[in-house]
C-alpha cells in the first residue's frame, strides 16, 4: 500500500480519533521469546506501557486503548488540540520540559524545574507555538514513545541500529463505530492471537487495566465505586469510556495521569466491558451464521448489525485497509482529504 502523506489527513487544529500501530523491524520478536536466540525480551513490553502511561500525562492526546504484542504494539488515540490552547505558557513550558528535560535524577526521571528554566522556554513566542503544535501531534507522540524503548534495547544488549521497523501506520478513525470497533480489536489481540483464553489473562491490554481497576472497586461501597473504576491505578491514565458533553469545564480536565476525562463512546464502561466479553467469545470461537440472540443491545445504539460488527472486529485492517467509518463519514473525509492535498500543491 503506497505511503500517505500525513498532512493529507492530520487536521492539527481538529479533534481527530486514529489507530496507531509499530512494528518491530523485521518483525522480530523483540518484545517477546527471540525465536532464535532463545532469550526473552517479554519485560519491555512493561517499557512499553510504562511509557504510554508517562505520555498520557504530558501530551493533549487522549488514549483510548493498546495493546503490546511481542513484535509490535496497537495504541488508539484522539488528539485535543482544543485542550492545548487552554494551557498556560507556564503549564506548556512544563510540560516539555518533562519531555525533554535538561536535568534529571539519578533514576532518570526528570528533575523539577527553576523558574528561570521554565522561562527560557517560554520566552521564545514562536517556539511557544510550535512545541503547543508538538503536544497534540500523533508523529510527536509516537517519536517520544518510540525512541526511549529503541535506546534502552540498545544499551540492554550493548548494540546498536534499529528497533523498529519504519514509519508508524496511523489510520484515521472517523465515527463512534469506528472507534468503538477498533478499540475492540486492539483489546483482543491477545485472545486472536491464542496468548490468552480470557480478556483477564490478556496482559499488557487496556482491557485488563480497566477490568483490574473495576475489580478493585468493587471492594469499595457507596459514590466512590464508579469513580474508582475509572481512575484507578491501572486504567486512569487511559481515556474514560463512556462520553460526556455535561462535564463542567472544570471537570473536563483531565488530572495529571490524563489528558482529558470525556471519555470516548456512547456507553458506560460496564457496557462497553460486557460487549467485549461477548465479541470475545464469538470471535474466538470463530461462530459464523446465524445472527447471534444474545447479542448486547448496545450494538443498535451504534447502528451496527451484530454479524457485520463480529466481521469488522475479527478482520478490521482488512475491511478498513486506510480510513475507517461509515461510508457517509468516509466520503466527507476524502473529500476532506482531497481538499488539503490541493492546499498543499498551491503553497
Not at 489527513?9 to 496507531?20: G, K, P, R
Not at 517479554?42 to 504530558?58: P, Q
Not at 517519536?143 to 524503548?149: F, M, Q, T
Request: charged residues 30%; positive net charge; glycine residues 4%.
Amino acid at each position: 500500500m503506497p505511503r500517505v502523506n500525513r498532512s493529507e489527513i492530520v487536521a492539527t487544529d481538529e479533534v481527530q480519533a486514529f489507530h496507531l500501530v509499530n512494528r518491530c523491524v523485521r518483525k522480530s520478536f523483540l518484545c517477546g521469546k527471540d525465536l532464535q536466540t532463545g532469550r526473552d525480551f517479554s519485560h519491555r513490553k512493561n517499557w512499553i506501557r510504562d511509557r504510554l502511561e508517562e505520555l498520557a500525562g504530558i501530551f493533549a492526546i487522549e488514549i483510548l486503548s493498546y495493546s503490546v504484542m511481542d513484535n509490535h504494539v496497537h495504541v488508539v488515540v484522539k488528539t485535543r488540540p482544543d485542550l492545548v490552547r487552554s494551557w498556560s505558557d507556564g503549564q506548556t513550558a512544563l510540560r516539555w520540559w518533562n519531555l525533554f528535560p535538561q536535568r534529571r535524577h539519578q533514576d532518570g526521571t526528570p528533575a523539577v524545574p527553576t523558574e528561570q528554566e521554565l522561562h527560557a522556554i517560554q520566552i521564545d513566542r514562536s517556539r511557544l507555538i510550535q512545541l503547543r503544535k508538538r503536544l497534540s501531534c500523533v508523529s510527536w507522540f509516537m517519536r517520544c514513545l518510540a525512541e526511549p524503548i529503541a535506546r534502552r534495547a540498545n544499551r540492554e544488549e550493548e548494540t546498536t541500529g534499529r528497533f523498529w521497523d519504519g514509519r508508524f501506520f496511523a489510520q484515521p478513525l472517523l465515527d463512534e463505530a469506528a472507534i468503538a470497533a477498533c478499540i475492540a480489536y486492539v483489546e483482543l489481540n491477545a485472545l486472536r492471537a491464542r496468548m490468552a483464553h480470557t480478556l483477564e489473562e490478556s496482559e499488557f491490554n487496556s482491557a485488563r487495566d480497566r477490568i483490574d481497576d473495576r475489580k478493585a472497586a468493587s471492594a469499595i461501597r457507596g459514590s466512590q465505586q464508579k469513580r474508582k473504576a475509572v481512575e484507578g491505578s491501572r486504567a486512569g491514565w487511559l481515556s474514560p469510556i463512556e462520553l460526556r458533553h455535561d462535564l463542567k469545564k472544570s471537570e473536563l480536565s483531565g488530572s495529571k495521569r490524563r489528558a482529558s476525562n470525556q471519555g470516548c463512546l456512547p456507553m458506560s464502561q460496564d457496557q462497553y466491558l460486557t460487549l467485549l466479553d461477548w465479541t470475545g467469545r464469538q470471535t474466538h470461537r470463530g461462530k459464523p451464521g446465524a445472527t447471534p440472540v444474545d447479542a448486547p443491545p448496545i450494538l443498535e445504539r451504534l447502528g451496527m448489525d451484530p454479524n457485520r460488527w463480529l466481521a469488522i472486529v475479527r478482520d478490521f485492517r482488512k475491511v478498513f485497509r486506510f480510513e475507517a467509518g461509515r461510508p457517509e463519514s468516509r466520503l466527507v473525509f476524502r473529500q476532506q482529504r482531497k481538499q488539503r492535498r490541493s492546499a498543499a500543491s498551491t503553497v
